[in-house]
């Protein structure tokens, strides 16, 4: 493994990496070492086009960029001598020619690269007379992406993301030197299952998302690690909130999972938290205080029990780990067999996306649960903890207890209903396909009273006598 120098600090490095490559392996980027960069990107390929990440090799007479030389055995790089910053400064200032530092009116403002770096690096006052490059301002890309067009500094990390991650290439930069402008292909719109993607890696606020756009300023915000509870892929994001409000969702490094992309409907699954929530209890019928509710549960739990009747379980492929332990220990105190779990099922591709459309398929199996859209056939009482099956599914349960987050067919016909806290008001983990186990934190309180499931199968186990 060949050795180098970064900043007279050695380092054994990997064959065959860039320098950017390498800092970015040593977790050093912007940890300790500034090699400020816009084109290039740890996912794409190398474009070097922005010319930003300059730094001097010794016994090389000019400056090299990061992003595209390869390491190599006793390479001595330096990342702050003086004519790296005064590079630095050269290439702000070119940067800046055309874009206009609008921060107090661009939504990017707070998470803007350029904005950062000319704090650092930027002059004081433009030494150009000429006229501003012409540009298009607010353009709909397609449904989901803003352009502004003058704030665009040509790195085409978009471009290649279009061409490199879903492969539809909407994308491109027409016309030579300083007429080069990012454009869509005549014809085309931004519209695929990833288009959203491109607002996160763009280094400027040229392309911003229509949903957040304008929103909120993020130094408003404050953003939560969590995991996409929409498929079995279990991408990591971000839940950006404030006020006890979520946002918006971004994705979250995680090389093993989803690299640092997330697909747009997971994107805007954080809607989901706040739309069509069962949001009071009910016992037979009616709305009920919570106690009250929790305590027909247990009188219900209690009678099945003493007249030896038939008691299923229904789990969910939503709840986390902990909430379905609790479920199984619950069930096996009853005398029940195994909950039963029904995974919702749709289109998979070759990035991202799978076919179960749920995030904790894998935790139910692992558990011991029964996968099944069956009949549940005769029985006294159904507990249900969450639910993905049909109504018709319960067409002879006598009694259901169900506890879950969102109204349903079942909610309305269920003798006790319990109102759950989502996956964004508590923590847990989930299980994603590939067995990995993942925590969340939570990043809301709910705003009606409701609990976790383990907590209230709790709070029913107590009502119905069990210890
Ligand atoms: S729109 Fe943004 S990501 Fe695309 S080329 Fe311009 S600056 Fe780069
Ligand atoms: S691929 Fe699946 S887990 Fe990832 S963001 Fe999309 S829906 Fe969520
Ligand atoms: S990051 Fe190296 S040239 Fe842009």
């Known amino acids: 493994m060949p050795k180098i120098a970064i900043d007279s600090v050695e380092y054994e490095v990997p064959e065959g990496r ?10 050093l980027l912007g940890n300790g070492v500034e090699v400020p960069h816009y084109c290039w990107h740890p996912k794409l390929s190398v ?19 990061a992003c595209n030389t390869p390491v190599a055995n006793g390479m001595k790089v330096h990342t702050k001598s003086d004519r790296v910053i005064a590079a630095r400064r050269g290439v702000m200032e070119l940067l800046l020619i055309n874009h206009p530092l609008d921060c107090p009116i661009c939504d990017q403002a707070g998470e803007c690269k350029l904005q950062d770096h000319a704090f650092d690096w930027g002059v004081p006052a433009a030494r150009t007379t000429e006229p501003r490059r012409p540009a298009k301002k607010a353009v709909d890309l397609g449904p989901t992406i803003v352009f502004d067009q003058e704030r665009c500094i040509l790195c085409r990390r978009c471009v290649r993301f ?37 607002a996160d890696i763009c280094p400027v606020g040229a392309l911003t998302t229509r949903d957040f756009r304008f929103k909120i300023r993020v130094w408003f915000t404050d953003d939560v690690e969590s995991v996409c509870n929409q498929c079995s892929r279990g991408c990591n994001i971000l839940a950006s909130r404030s006020n006890n409000k979520v946002y918006r969702f ?18 805007m699954s954080y809607k989901k938290n706040s739309t069509g929530r069962l949001t009071a209890p009910r016992a037979d019928g009616r709305e009920a205080s919570y106690t009250d509710a929790v305590k027909r549960a247990g009188e219900l739990v209690r009678a099945a029990l003493d007249a030896k009747g038939k008691i299923v379980g229904v789990a969910s492929p939503f709840a986390s780990n902990a909430d379905l332990a609790a479920f199984r220990d619950l069930l096996a105190a009853l005398g029940a067999g195994p909950a039963r779990f029904s995974v ?124």
């Not at 860039?18 to 977790?27: A, C, S």
């Not at 474009?47 to 960029?65: A, F, H, N, T, Y």
């Not at 806290?421 to 939570?442: D, I, M, W």
């Open 18 to 27: 860039t320098i950017l490559q390498v800092l970015d392996d040593l977790g």
């Open 344 to 467: 919702p099922r749709g289109e998979s591709d070759a990035i991202l996306i799978e076919a179960e459309k749920a995030p904790n398929a894998a935790g139910c199996r692992a558990l011991g649960m029964v996968e099944s859209n069956e009949q549940l056939g005769r029985a006294d009482l159904a507990l249900v903890l969450g639910h993905t099956l049909t109504a018709e599914v319960f067409g002879d349960v006598r009694n259901i207890v169900l506890i879950d987050t969102h109204e349903s067919a079942l909610s309305a016909r269920a003798t006790v209903a319990l109102p759950a806290r989502t996956f964004l008001e508590k923590s847990g983990a989930f299980t994603n396909s590939r067995g990995l186990v993942q925590s969340f934190s939570a990043v809301v309180e709910p705003t009606i009273e409701a609990w976790s499931e383990s907590d209230a199968l709790a709070q029913i186990a107590a009502a119905a006598g069990i210890a």
């Open 162 to 198: 279009c061409r490199e991650i879903p492969k539809t290439g909407e994308l491109g930069v027409v016309n030579r030197g300083d007429e080069s402008l990012l454009e869509l292909f005549p014809g085309s719109e931004l519209d695929n299952p990833y288009s959203m993607n491109v």
């Open 250 to 267: 971004l994705p979250r490094r995680n090389d093993a999972v989803n690299d640092t992309w997330i697909c747009d409907h997971g994107r």
């Open 47 to 65: 474009d070097g086009s922005c010319r930003l990440c300059q730094v001097e090799i010794e016994g090389v007479p000019k400056l090299q960029i």
